[in-house]
């Protein structure tokens, strides 16, 4: 092949690399532009300007596998340097051709600005940092909330971790197949949990501690996942219940109460802190972050504890709702009474409520309401020969996983199905999911199973 035909193919194919780099760099520079002006707005500029050199010191703390894809102007000056010692110092007769090209200089300077807008997304002020173990659950709670806040998350979170790793495959093929597409094809490609995230920020050993005092510092919101803790996350869980830093943090718990690891935390605090904190369940969180993060007045502050006042109402309103929905002596015209009050007080996307519903009367009432709250769930009835009926409301969250709330209760309610599914609705609407149940709870297994074989299953239905 003669040198000049060569020459032309080597100058197409640089031509299409640069094409494709500056429409990366497109996509790439609105993602930033979007990010940056969401962090300023809500938090300032004095303060995103702050969180500049403290963001670029964790960064450069960082294993070197992390620091070239993270690490502030690494990339561009390690680029630079490759291409002028290929380009400019060989001897042959291509490198000339190049060297005398603007093509590769442009390359050169679209790797630089691509790197340099990647450093750009990393280094985004942080609104929420979130701190947990490695495990499954967490990962995939900390995803659903970095939909709500995207590109504002950070996380010190091992993606590539024993626990996380099998299931990190699943979690994205998941969603890239079912996106259609480009992504769909080729997204797969690109799913190692072993490489860099804008997200993750991973430190070197020894300077976990004060990454993540520093991440904490600069972000107004720090969620603490508190489900499963190990030693580190018991010591962040303490710092975060220091007076100077309660105000900023919301604990993750598993049941209405503080949850057992909380309370060990609040025990070796000194219970100093314990009218401050703000405890809620995975779903109540998705429910307060859009609202936290609307403004700038609207985010924590010393001396402000609105929001734990506003979650311990709602869910002081729906506990004593269920007490209502649970004894027998409740009049429909005083449960429909207390509904309406509630509603009135949360009303729902999808319109106001109408004072005049019974939603006592009957179980098509009872689905219209799950239908307007609930927009997405699914019903599931089961009627027993002994008059008793149960519900389960399935309920897609952020990330479409299914959680399930159920009105079974230990030791068991004798109720209608009207008062069966408001009782589901209500634990829906509270967010505390069905727990799987043991042999102590419902008897021996062969007892639970000769139970349901005499159950009449109705119907699983879409309330849509």
């Not at 004894?327 to 949360?346: C, F, K, N, P």
């Not at 999808?350 to 769930?377: M, Q, V």
């Not at 479409?400 to 009782?423: C, F, H, I, K, Q």
């Amino acid at each position: 092949m003669l040198p000049s035909v060569r020459a032309q193919i080597g100058d197409s194919v640089l031509i299409a690399v640069a094409i494709g780099l500056a429409v990366f760099g497109v996509f790439l520079g609105r993602e930033v532009v979007l990010s940056w002006k969401r962090s300023v707005r809500l938090l300032g500029p004095r303060a995103a300007l702050r969180s500049i050199g403290m963001m670029a010191r964790i960064l450069y703390r960082q294993p070197l596998r992390y620091l070239y894809f993270n690490a502030p102007g690494f990339i561009p000056l390690v680029v630079f340097a490759l291409i002028l010692l290929v380009t400019w110092r060989a001897d042959s007769a291509a490198a000339q051709h190049l060297a005398s090209s603007v093509v590769p200089v442009t390359i050169a300077g679209l790797v630089i600005l691509i790197s340099t807008l990647i450093s750009l997304v990393t280094m985004t002020p942080p609104v929420i940092a979130w701190l947990s173990v490695s495990g499954v659950e967490e990962f995939r709670t900390m995803k659903n909330v970095q939909k709500i806040c995207p590109s504002r998350v950070k996380t010190l979170i091992d993606q590539a971790s024993q626990e996380i790793e099998p299931y990190y495959w699943d979690y994205y093929h998941q969603r890239l197949t079912h996106s259609g597409g480009f992504w769909s094809r080729f997204g797969p490609a690109f799913l190692n949990p072993r490489a860099p995230r804008t997200e993750s920020v991973r430190t070197r050993p020894g300077l976990w501690q004060r990454t993540v005092r520093n991440l904490t510092d600069i972000a107004p919101i720090v969620v603490v996942d508190t489900r499963r803790v190990s030693e580190p996350v018991m010591q962040e869980i303490l710092w975060m219940l220091a007076p100077e830093r309660v105000h900023k943090a919301i604990f993750i718990v598993d049941d209405q109460r503080l949850g057992a690891n909380l309370n060990r935390g609040l025990k070796q605090a000194g219970d100093e802190s314990r009218s401050e904190v703000l405890a809620c369940n995975e779903k109540t969180l998705y429910d307060l972050l859009p609202n936290m993060t609307r403004s700038p007045q609207d985010l924590p502050a010393p001396g402000k504890d609105h929001w734990r006042k506003k979650v311990n109402e709602t869910m002081t309103a729906l506990d004593n709702l269920m007490f209502l929905i649970r004894t027998e002596t409740t009049t429909d015209a005083a449960l429909d009474g207390a509904i309406h009050v509630w509603e009135q007080s949360h009303p729902a996307d999808t319109g106001s409520p109408s004072n005049n519903i019974r939603y006592s009367a009957s179980f098509d009432t009872a689905l219209a309401l799950i239908k307007r709250r609930l927009p997405e769930a699914t019903v599931a009835l089961f009627v027993y020969t002994s008059g008793n009926a149960e519900v389960e409301i399935d309920v897609p969250d952020r990330g479409s996983d299914w959680m399930v709330y159920s009105s079974r209760e230990t030791p068991r309610l004798v109720l209608n199905p009207t008062r069966a599914t408001l009782l589901a609705w209500a634990k829906a609407e509270q967010g505390w999911r069905k727990e799987p149940e043991s042999p102590a709870d419902t008897g021996t297994q062969d007892e639970e199973a000769r139970w349901r074989e005499r159950s009449i299953q109705i119907a699983r239905t879409d309330p849509k």
